[in-house]
């Protein structure tokens, strides 16, 4: 990375440009973008009576952990002389079973080996709490591999079965029901399956027909019900026989990673014969092939867990497909506020006239300054507490891993690992640890194909706020689907010269003037035009020559502006979001419900129809809302 000279000395060594140069500079950059006159400004406070009712806020990613679970039959363990010695009786297993169901938090499971008496005992045990099908309402046969699911997430509105060959060929009932997310009205499909092991002959040839079988009605099911996803669980015993196939001939994806297509096929290893996938449009996070101490006495196969991601109806409905984030350090919220209001930020007032805006958002509540607030805008992560980020000061040593003791995940590393480009381009040395973290030190990539472990397809530091802004424009059809434009001269001047100087409402006006060439950018690009979310944030405000103090009400409200598809024109974004709440002037704690800049993480991803960042605790159900309220 190359070294710039910090703005404070060019600044000093450069004319600064004349009032007058600077009205016309900025007339001719609006005349030739098309910028429009500011309307009327709001202060981002006064909510209306509409966003009275936090019921009417609407609902985020539907989530759901999904399980596949092989009990160990009780034909196998139970008895005067079991096959199976050493395992505790299937009625007391099956305890350990609820148990951890419960443990895990698991909605929704597929079971596989649920001989007659397990069937009979989970029913009679469970079937206040737990819905099942077949359980014990068809054939003995037909009830070993039953679906469950918690009456109180789910309710149940089809059941069906499908013959699949078992061993030596005779067919057996397979179930597959379809169940509607009571909270959210999402509709799935989920079929569950045991395929034949080689005991005591090859039974490959019927578990190639039972693949085939299942891959047509996931086909079929998906053709009549497009909006609809189908999962599938089960012991399929095998391992690339069975995942080459299914993965390239059906939209399912394996929770644990991998890919196939046509003569192409990579596997995720290590590979089990218990498996997990599911279709578009959702998403799994959190793999797991459990082996504690519980499983292993409970059954002699791994429970395979994971969590389920639907996007929202509203954001599968919208029209986003790019994201594009400005986040800028030092803009003072009154200092933007006044210039809005006088005519000299005619990019900021567009933008809040033709989407929706608030004036009184929140840096995270520990730290005011770039650092700190822009790993949280990235990860959706408060500084302190057992998920924090950990990044207390506006300098790191080591990564954000480092700081927090764990892996953070960030937006880049939803992105990249779910198969699409990132971009990053900066003016700041605020981002150089966010390099380093998510590029040297990134984590592995468990879905889908393995994209490596740079999280960014392209980074760059650039020169200058206006470098940035002029790379973004020249390059503007670069295919990202989330790029990060990171902006720093306004504090470098409100540090140097003071947050209330004629220095600092100039450098406003060229953060405005930057803006203008965003927007135009956004309007001139055939991947970008009518399709993209555009956020623009600050990190934090300016009190004096500081924006350390925290409890400074310069520092920590701050301006957020989001703009797109489908954003209802001038609205505010506390209307939008009832659930939120607007803390006027106070300081407040996360609890308030206020909007923090810390929200920005997962709205950017739910605009991607991709899930949160696994550990986020800001707007990590994606509720955030920026389309029309019914």
């Not at 891959?215 to 009549?224: E, H, I, S, T």
């Not at 909006?227 to 001939?249: E, H, I, L, S, W």
């Not at 971009?423 to 966010?434: E, Q, V």
């Not at 203008?516 to 690009?525: E, I, M, P």
Request: aromatic residues 8%.
């Amino acid at each position: 990375m190359s070294h710039r000279r910090p703005l404070v000395d060019r600044l000093r060594s450069l004319r600064p440009w004349s009032a007058a140069l600077a009205a016309t500079g900025l007339a001719l950059t609006l005349a030739f973008t098309g910028e429009a006159a500011p309307g009327p400004v709001d202060d981002g406070v006064a909510l209306s009576s509409a966003a009275a009712d936090p019921s009417d806020q609407p609902l985020g990613t539907t989530s759901f952990r999904v399980a596949s679970f092989n009990l160990l039959g009780a034909g196998h363990t139970d008895g005067a002389n079991p096959q199976r010695k050493g395992w505790a009786d299937s009625s007391k297993r099956l305890k350990w079973t609820r148990r951890i169901l419960d443990d895990m938090q698991i909605n929704l499971v597929g079971f596989q080996e649920m001989h007659p008496k397990q069937a009979t005992l989970w029913t009679q045990r469970n079937s206040s709490q737990w819905g099942t099908f077949p359980g014990t309402k068809l054939d003995t046969k037909a009830g070993q591999n039953s679906i469950s699911w918690r009456r109180s997430e789910f309710k149940v509105l089809r059941k069906r079965t499908i013959k699949i060959p078992y061993f030596r060929g005779v067919e057996q009932k397979m179930p597959y029901v379809m169940l509607q997310h009571k909270a959210s009205g999402q509709r799935i499909w989920i079929y569950n399956v045991h395929n034949p092991a080689n005991i005591p002959n090859n039974q490959q040839k019927w578990r190639d027909i039972g693949f085939a079988r299942a891959n047509k009605l996931v086909n079929r099911l998906r053709n009549k019900f497009p909006g609809v996803p189908v999962f599938m669980t089960g012991d399929m015993n095998d391992r690339d026989k069975f995942f080459c196939p299914t993965v390239a001939q059906t939209e399912l994806e394996a929770a644990n990673g991998g890919t196939a297509s046509g003569s192409s096929c990579t596997p995720p290893q290590p590979m089990l014969v218990d498996w997990l996938l599911a279709t578009g449009p959702n998403n799994f996070t959190g793999y797991w092939a459990m082996r504690t101490d519980l499983v292993r006495k409970t059954t002699d196969h791994p429970v395979i867990v994971a969590t389920a991601n639907i996007p929202s109806p509203v954001m599968q409905a919208s029209r986003f497909k790019r994201v594009v984030v400005v986040t800028a350090e030092g803009v003072r919220r009154q200092t933007l506020l006044k210039a809005t209001r006088r005519g000299d930020a005619k990019a900021i007032a567009a933008t809040k006239r033709q989407g929706s805006s608030t004036f009184n958002a929140r840096t995270a509540v520990e730290s005011t300054q770039p650092l700190p607030n822009l790993v949280s805008i990235l990860t959706g992560r408060t500084v302190d507490g057992s998920l924090g980020h950990g990044v207390e000061r506006n300098t790191l040593s080591g990564t954000v891993h480092n700081a927090a003791g764990m892996y953070v995940s960030s937006t880049f590393d939803l992105v990249h690992n779910l198969g699409l480009k990132t971009r990053m381009l900066s003016s700041s040395d605020t981002t150089d640890p966010i390099y380093e973290t998510w590029h040297a030190a990134g984590g592995g990539d468990p879905y889908g194909a393995d994209n490596g472990r740079d999280k960014f397809t392209s980074y760059e530091k650039l020169a200058s706020d206006r470098a940035v802004v002029r790379r973004f424009l020249d390059t503007r059809e670069n295919g990202a689907a989330y790029t990060h434009l990171h902006l720093g001269e306004p504090r470098e001047v409100g540090i140097a010269y003071g947050f209330r100087s004629s220095r600092y409402k100039q450098a406003i006006r060229d953060f405005d003037r930057n803006i203008a060439l965003v927007r135009r950018a956004l309007r001139k690009s055939s991947q970008l035009r009518g399709r993209t979310l555009l956020i623009i944030a600050s990190t934090g405000g300016g009190d004096g020559r500081s924006d350390a103090r925290a409890d400074s009400d310069q520092n920590y409200r701050v301006p957020l502006f989001i703009k797109g598809p489908g954003v209802p024109a001038g609205t505010n974004l506390y209307d939008l979001n009832p659930a939120w709440a607007s803390p006027r002037g106070k300081r407040v704690p996360y609890s308030s419900k206020a909007i923090h800049t810390g929200d920005i993480a997962n709205l950017a991803l739910a605009a991607l129809r991709l899930p949160a960042t696994p550990g986020s605790t800001l707007n990590n159900h994606q509720s955030f809302n920026v389309q029309a309220l019914d």
